[in-house]
């Protein structure tokens, strides 16, 4: 055999992948499910708003209108208008970057600490392992409104102090499962296999057990990334959050509050996308762990 | 059931039958016009290897294909009623009645959360046979018919604390229960130990004499079809390739892949490969080079939470293995050949005795003495499914031990990834694929490559071949042995399938309950064996009774 067969050869095979990738990708597109393909329109969308508000709509977020206060929803103002004339849906629009930013702040958080904690306690010693899992029961036993609420009166208000007191409430659930993950990998043949052919602990960890264990980490973020935008939304409403005239969702949904006899709109709107959003990461997120097992 | 004496209509009557699988956009094709018939109070064996349509075929007879699956044409004639289209809720007034299936894996068809008098009285309360008191007597009539002890506590147990063999006999009772015209075994016996399945085998026979019942036994191992089946139905990509009574297939198979499948039987075909061992065991003499030493070793595992001693998992065992030749260590599950072997390589310290590897004693090694030590010892696993790392490619597992030692240029380990993978059997382009696009006898070779790149002096084989089927399991034994002739390698063989351990072991250690109870050459064990454990277990090889291989 020469060295020119093999790289042929390997040639052959890459192009050979490449191209059954490429029909897998047909494939999935085809047999896309309906409610999932709505699902990735819904988080597009709203990415796209968080990117290019300006495509969106033509109203200033935060200066309102003389004279076009709480307007029914119309051709002009599709979701009508607040308290300042100022336009509900440019608000929403505009209001996408704070919550999704939050969100993506809070889940990175919790995947980089819960799962760096949770690798250490899943492959070091017994004694180790109880310290941090003891640690992370703690966390998981104190409700996490209450734990955001405590660490934002720790850091200060505002929009990032808030995504991490978010984040830090969803280290625990990572740890935990990164732990289990990588404890299950651990007991596989395969890793002992590894062992068993010289390797060390670090090379084992980095070539098996990270690869084999982060696959449900990613699709439980895609959860959290849901659940994060609810509890961003809830500090903002509790005043927690972002400092108005901000247009972030759940500020909107607390100022709507006071004119709810009036103009529901004001409160139902932004809520509504909160809920879809939520429900599209839930989703992304099943669709995740269908593939993986 | 009043056909069922007629002797003009068959029990069981199959023909043209074609079935396929919906995959991606397509059928495809499992089973291809088959046609078999079976009468009644027969055992006909439907034998072929994973693949071969054999269970596919079974599950369309009992109505229990997979929701992807097709009858695409045929028919199935129970008794002389077409059944192959019925429904799901036709199926239901037959199933357990007249056909009953008894499952392959007994750890897992059994509900772990009811006790086995109410799995078992379940078919009977189904079929509205029987309730309350009547009931609890026939559950406990049925489980002393299959020859458990105590039924009526039995009865009140549940799966796990049960043995494989307890469990099988509990699913033979659900089956038997309504005195079904045909039973259909899938494997029952693959996943239990020789003796267990030769006990499991003769209460089907027996249990069929008393009853009249047809059984259509599914298996991969001609041995067992040879011994218990009067018919033979050989299957193979879909297609009846042969049948025909037991002892006619036997001693003429008209087509040649039955004549490959009876050479591959382990428990059938001659030992062959021995004759060159037994040569060079005697010329090496008492003073030879013995690359693996063993002495009196004894490994125990404390038991958490109880008053009473260590579990002494292995016992005072010791051998020794000349170079260049193959022991085999032959015992049931739990007799401590698995802990023993694990012990060797290194991945747990013995409790006592000593272990020297080619002149490295084991009890001076630690980290980074270990590591380098693993050079000289690799373990293949059982399972190939579990032991190869899903998300790497061939390429990558091969190459995996070469990156633990002193770095070798790149082109360098591609070379003898390469020439390694060439010397299994498996094709180059198999590199840049992945474990799951190979079958199971494929990726034992990758695993057995990845073993071998080490250029290691003892090579320990922990149930190698049990999980594969046997034209398989023949070309993976071939090749060890090959490998064996031109590397000058050692082997351990850890086996529970005594027929194989005739075919590649020049000698042999029986263990019982972590105990040595025979040991020496092959041949001098088979032929005078030491201990009554060791005459059983050569006594439960199936298909040494039929007259054509005694």
Redo the contacts between chains.
């Keep these: ?1 020469t ?1 020119f ?2 790289i042929h ?2 040639i ?3 192009g050979r ?1 490449g191209s059954s990738r490429r029909e897998r990708l047909a ?1 999935l597109a085809r047999h896309l499910p309906p409610s999932l393909a709505l699902s990735w329109l819904i988080l597009a969308t709203v990415l796209l708003w968080a990117i290019a508000p300006a495509l969106f709509t033509s109203y200033n977020p935060v200066e309102g209108i003389g004279g076009a206060q709480l307007r029914r929803p119309d051709a002009l103002h599709l979701l009508g208008t607040d308290a300042l004339g100022r336009d509900l849906y440019a608000r929403i629009v505009y209001g996408a970057v704070h919550s999704l930013s939050g969100a993506l702040v809070a889940v990175g958080l919790g995947i980089i600490v819960g799962t760096t904690l949770g690798v250490i306690a899943g492959s070091v010693s017994r004694r180790l392992d109880d310290v941090i899992m003891r640690i992370v029961d703690v966390l998981l036993a104190i409700p996490p409104l209450l734990l955001s609420l405590s660490i934002i009166i720790l850091l200060g208000f505002g929009t990032v102090n808030a995504a991490i007191a978010v984040g830090v409430t969803s280290v625990a659930g990572f740890a935990r499962l990164a732990r289990s993950e990588v404890v299950r990998v651990r007991r ?3 890793v ?9 602990f670090w ?1 084992v960890l980095w ?2 057990t990270l ?2 264990s982060l696959t449900s980490v990613i699709a439980i973020a895609a959860l959290h990334f849901g659940s994060a935008v609810l509890q961003i939304s809830t500090l903002g409403f509790l005043g927690y959050g972002a400092p108005p005239p901000t247009p972030e969702w759940g500020l909107l949904i607390a100022e709507g509050r006071n004119y709810i006899s009036t103009a529901w709109w004001l409160t139902t709107a932004p809520g509504v996308v909160v809920v879809l959003v939520v429900l599209a990461a839930n989703r992304i997120s099943q669709s995740f762990g269908k593939v993986t097992s | 059931m009043t056909s069922s004496t007629d002797p003009g209509i068959p029990v069981l009557e199959v023909s043209d039958l074609a079935i396929s699988y919906h995959h991606g956009d397509r059928y495809h094709p499992a089973v291809h016009g088959a046609s078999f018939r079976v009468e009644p109070g027969e055992v006909v064996a439907l034998v072929g290897e994973s693949g071969s349509g054999k269970t596919t075929a079974a599950q369309a007879i009992i109505g229990l294909l997979a929701t992807n699956g097709r009858v695409d044409r045929g028919a199935i004639k129970l008794n002389g009623t077409d059944i192959s289209r019925w429904s799901d809720k036709q199926f239901k007034t037959i199933r357990g009645a007249r056909i009953s299936l008894v499952p392959q894996d007994p750890g897992s068809s059994l509900n772990p959360v009811k006790t086995i008098g109410a799995q078992v009285g379940e078919i009977l309360r189904i079929h509205g046979e029987a309730r309350g008191r009547d009931l609890e007597r026939r559950v406990v009539a049925l489980l002393e018919c299959v020859g458990l002890s105590e039924p009526e506590l039995r009865a009140r147990q549940y799966p796990h604390e049960l043995s494989g063999g307890m469990r099988q006999r509990v699913l033979i009772a659900i089956a038997i229960a309504l005195k079904p015209e045909l039973i259909i075994a899938d494997e029952p016996t693959s996943a239990l130990d020789v003796t267990v399945q030769k006990r499991i085998l003769d209460l089907i026979d027996e249990l069929r004499t008393e009853y009249g019942t047809a059984v259509l036994l599914v298996t991969h191992d001609l041995g067992v079809a040879a011994e218990r089946a009067d018919r033979l139905i050989v299957l193979q990509g879909g297609r009846v390739q042969e049948e025909g009574r037991v002892s006619e297939v036997l001693a003429s198979p008209r087509s040649p892949y039955t004549r490959q499948l009876i050479a591959d039987a382990p428990s059938l075909s001659r030992p062959a490969a021995r004759r060159r061992a037994a040569v060079r065991v005697s010329a090496l003499g008492p003073t030879s080079d013995d690359v693996v030493i063993v002495e009196q070793l004894v490994q125990e595992f404390p038991r958490p939470g109880r008053d009473e001693g260590p579990l002494r998992a292995v016992d005072n065992v010791s051998f020794r293995v000349p170079r260049g030749t193959t022991h085999a260590i032959v015992g049931e599950s739990g007799s401590g050949k698995t802990t023993t072997v694990r012990t060797i390589v290194g991945f747990q310290k013995p409790t006592s005795g000593r272990i020297q590897i080619d002149g490295t004693d084991l009890s001076t090694l630690g980290g980074e003495t270990l590591r380098q030590f693993r050079r000289k010892i690799q373990l293949v696993y059982q399972n190939p499914y579990a032991s190869l790392d899903p998300r790497q490619t061939i390429f990558e597992i091969i190459e995996e031990p070469l990156l633990n030692f002193s770095p070798v240029p790149r082109s360098e380990r591609r070379d003898k990834v390469m020439s390694i993978l060439s010397r299994v059997g498996l094709q180059e382009t198999a590199a840049a694929r992945r474990p799951h696009t190979l079958s199971g006898g494929q990726r034992q070779r990758v695993a057995i490559a990845r073993a071998l790149i080490l250029e290691p002096q003892v090579v320990v084989l922990d149930e190698a071949v049990s999980a594969l089927d046997v034209t398989v399991q023949a070309r993976i034994l071939d090749l060890l042995y090959e490998l064996q002739q031109d590397l000058g390698l050692t082997y351990l063989f850890v086996s529970h399938d005594l027929a194989v351990v005739r075919r590649i072991a020049d000698t042999v250690s029986v263990l019982r309950g972590g105990r040595l109870v025979d040991e020496g050459p092959v041949a001098r064990v088979f032929e005078q064996p030491a201990s009554d454990y060791t005459r059983e277990l050569i006594k439960a090889i199936p298909g040494r009774r039929h007259p054509a291989f005694a």
């Design positions: 055999m060295t067969d093999t050869s390997e052959a095979a890459r992948t494939r596989s043949d395969y002992e296999a590894a062992f068993g052919s010289g390797a060390t090379a070539r098996h690869p084999n």
